[in-house]
């Protein structure tokens, strides 16, 4: 199955509520990232979080990591319209030169 | 900024054609990696190229092929195109060698559809 593994599958919430998204993977890993795409279009890297790491903010975005249990969280806080697309972790599994992306969530925020 | 560039945008081919994908990393970025992802699917990773050598292969089909170039694009031949093959097609680049990916910057895609 996938390194890594995301839900909720898809998730609606209003305007300035926040948004949650989890992810799960299986190998250690160097560094995860979070990628969001609209539909159709390319992959938007959003943050980066190195396996030493265990929290990073960007903007509205802040991304957990426990490797103890192999799984991160990306919380969008006070979320708009333009931020409905699908977000997609990925892994760095350690000794590859790959990212392995998740099934992704779709996140659609209504106004 | 430079972004990947990727040609064609959008690719429209008859079963058992040919099709030819390109891939302009950023400049200065040495490693090259191709995703396929299929509607409603996360990306898939075909293959990677570091420093114009394979690197890393996924879920790749016999039936497609890749190079890097010695100024560091790439294209992924694909034959014998199937139905199956109707897809987004992403190429990404970053600066670094095997393991240990950092930051990849993708491309818009190429949509290839066969029919």
């Known amino acids: 199955s996938q390194q890594g593994e995301e839900d909720p599958q898809a998730l609606s919430i209003q305007e300035g509520e926040n948004a949650t998204m989890n992810c799960s993977y299986k190998t250690s890993i160097n560094n995860l990232q979070w990628y969001r795409q609209n539909s159709g279009r390319g992959l938007v890297h959003l943050i980066l979080?190195?396996?030493?790491?265990r929290e990073k903010h960007s903007g509205r975005l802040r991304v957990t990591l426990d490797t103890s249990k192999k799984s991160s969280s990306l919380l969008i806080t006070a979320s708009r319209a333009a931020d409905t697309a699908s977000y997609f972790c990925?892994?760095?599994?350690?000794?590859?030169?790959?990212?392995?992306f998740g099934k992704g969530t779709m996140l659609l925020v209504s106004p | 900024a430079a972004g990947v560039i990727q040609s064609p945008r959008h690719l429209i081919k008859e079963k058992r054609e040919t099709a030819t994908l390109k891939c302009y990393p950023i400049?200065?970025?040495?490693?090259v990696y191709w995703y396929q992802q299929g509607p409603g699917q996360d990306p898939q990773f075909l293959i990677s190229f570091y420093e114009k050598m394979q690197s890393d292969k996924g879920s790749i089909p016999d039936r497609f092929s890749a190079q890097q170039f010695s100024d560091y694009h790439s294209e992924l031949n694909m034959s014998s195109l199937e139905l199956g093959d109707s897809a987004l097609y992403f190429c990404?680049?970053?600066?670094?060698?095997?393991?240990?990916?950092?930051?990849?910057?993708f491309g818009q895609g190429t949509r290839l559809t066969v029919v």
């Open positions: 990925a892994t760095d599994p350690r000794g590859y030169s790959t990212l392995t």
């Open positions: 990404a680049s970053s600066l670094g060698p095997t393991g240990g990916m950092g930051e990849a910057f």
């Open positions: 979080i190195r396996s030493n790491e």
């Open positions: 400049p200065r970025h040495d490693t």
